[in-house]
């Protein structure tokens, strides 16, 4: 008996998976055993150029919740998950061997680190015979279905949002997930050549709890207090049930949200800075995985279908549209979005380190970008408005690289995506294919439109 693996990289979700399907369906067709895998690299824990560590608190808790709820929800359907530590172009053909793997696939993602990784997997898989078929499936809209090829995608971003609607292009039906899931491979086949090559035995524990064979994993430690005291102010309190982690968590939070019929007054509320409310909040999910942009459409639909489409019901679209701009703006221009001059012929950007630091503490003496400094570090979250005005800050005045306020995003943010994340920083810095060439945002002008009355000020004491 062979076996297919389903490696889960920003996918973490059962249904509407079509790589996860795909090796549903190549497992069941052939009587195969399927593996779900995730690989925890510890490069994450890992300081780079720009930040003490890759992945910080808050997104580590958020991702090891979420990697639990993944482990539930596979036991549900007689599968497991099994996570491993180490770097996924060693590991995974190590584990090919190891349960004599046919095929691995995996959600497709156009940034250069994970596109390196694939390539490399994509080698080794020529060399050794097994097949590795990675799928597109994080944007909201397929690309065959566009009416340009993906190279032909306008870089600005109304002239494609027009395109699309003039099409009529709609979101494919989301994909419901399988009852139940092949069986895992031989406890025997995949325990000692996997504790001996990773070198990590004590990692991988038996749990006889739903019968053998049962393979599980130390999830990733959520990081302790002090660092991560649950925050009663956060706009997206994810240590509340109402925001747990997880594909179950996201269907609830995504039928409230219909339910209570935030849609129709999304566009109105969607530039506040406090509480749960004002935006949908569903990028975390998104994020992870949890949630597809299908999903949300189909939800979003069927409330309209009931309760009327508004300029509100709308803008949620429109937002979603500039999530798949970015993306497809990777798969057109890929790495020369990581370049600092990003698609320009500016010069380098300056930098300033010691501003930069003070700026990552909120300690720019500035009121609202010190509040917004503070709830980005004390939540992992931080409203759309005020990503706008700190990243305009760090850029336009403080004059550091915009790479390295990407950098403290990523490392901070519970909902970074690579391509929004890297997109709108280039759209800020004006390296980027926004046409107005950077926006810079006048603190003055942003306090007395967002924060008139210094309410957000104060919630983060810099007022
Ligand atoms: C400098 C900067 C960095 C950002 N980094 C990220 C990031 O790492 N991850 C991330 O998901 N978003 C990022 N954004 C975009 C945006 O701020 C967040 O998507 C939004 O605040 C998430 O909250 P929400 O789900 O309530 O959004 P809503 O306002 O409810 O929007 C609904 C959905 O539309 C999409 N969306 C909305 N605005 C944008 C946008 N400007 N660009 C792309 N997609 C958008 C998101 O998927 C969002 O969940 C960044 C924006 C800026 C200015």
């Known amino acids: 008996m062979s076996t297919v693996i389903h490696w889960f990289r920003h996918d973490l979700r059962l249904a509407d998976n079509p790589a996860l399907t795909r090796a549903v369906r190549a497992a069941q067709a052939h009587g195969h055993t399927l593996l779900p895998v995730y690989i925890w690299d510890p490069a994450q824990a890992q300081p780079t150029r720009w930040v003490p560590r890759r992945m910080g608190p808050h997104r580590m808790a958020v991702l090891a ?70 799928v597109w499936q994080s ?103 109402a925001c747990a982690p997880g594909e179950a968590g996201a269907q609830d939070h995504l039928a409230q949200y219909m339910s209570r019929k935030l849609p129709h007054s999304y566009k109105h509320t969607r530039n506040g ?35 009327g489409a508004n300029d509100g019901s709308y803008w949620l679209w429109f937002e979603l549209l500039w999530r798949d701009h970015f993306r497809l703006m990777h798969l057109k221009h890929g790495r020369a979005l990581y370049r600092a001059r990003g698609l320009t012929q500016l010069s380098p950007p300056p930098h300033d380190p010691q501003a930069f630091q003070r700026w990552c503490e909120a300690r720019t003496g500035q009121p609202l970008v010190d509040a917004g400094m503070r709830e980005l570090a004390a939540s992992g979250f931080l409203s759309n408005r005020m990503r706008q005005v700190v990243a305009s800050h760090l850029v336009h005045d403080l004059r550091c690289d915009w790479r390295a306020g990407a950098a403290w995003f990523e490392s901070q943010l519970v909902d970074h995506d690579v ?29 007395q439109d967002h924060d008139p009355q210094g309410h957000y000020r104060r919630l983060w004491g810099t007022a």
């Open 65 to 134: 919740d979420t990697l639990t709820a993944l482990d539930s929800a596979l036991q549900q359907r007689g599968s497991r998950l099994l996570v491993l530590h180490g770097a996924a172009v060693s590991l995974l053909p190590r584990l090919v061997r190891a349960v004599q793997a046919v095929q691995v696939s995996a959600e497709a993602i156009a940034a250069p680190e994970e596109q390196d990784e694939a390539d490399a997997l994509a080698r080794t898989a020529r060399l050794e015979g097994w097949r590795w078929t990675p």
């Open 139 to 241: 944007s909201l809209l397929d690309p065959p279905d566009l009416p340009f090829a993906v190279e032909r995608t306008p870089d600005v971003f109304t002239a494609f949002r027009q395109q699309v609607e003039r099409a009529d292009v709609q979101p494919r039906a989301p994909l419901p997930a399988a009852a139940r899931l092949p069986a895992l491979p031989p406890h025997d086949a995949l325990w000692e050549p996997m504790a001996a090559a990773q070198g990590h035995a004590a990692r991988l524990t038996q749990d006889g709890a739903h019968g053998p064979p049962l393979l599980c994993h130390t999830p990733l430690k959520r990081p302790v207090p002090p660092v991560l005291m649950p925050e009663a102010r956060s706009a997206f309190p994810y240590h509340l049930p």
């Open 273 to 307: 800075l406090i509480g749960v409310d004002y935006s949908s909040k569903l990028s975390p999910w998104l994020a992870s995985g949890a949630l597809s942009a299908p999903q949300i459409m189909a939800a979003l639909r069927a409330f309209e279908a009931e309760h």
């Open 419 to 447: 391509y929004s994340n890297q997109g709108n920083w280039l759209y800020v810095a004006g390296r980027g294919t926004d046409p107005r060439g950077g926006r810079r945002f006048n603190l003055d002008k942003q306090a």
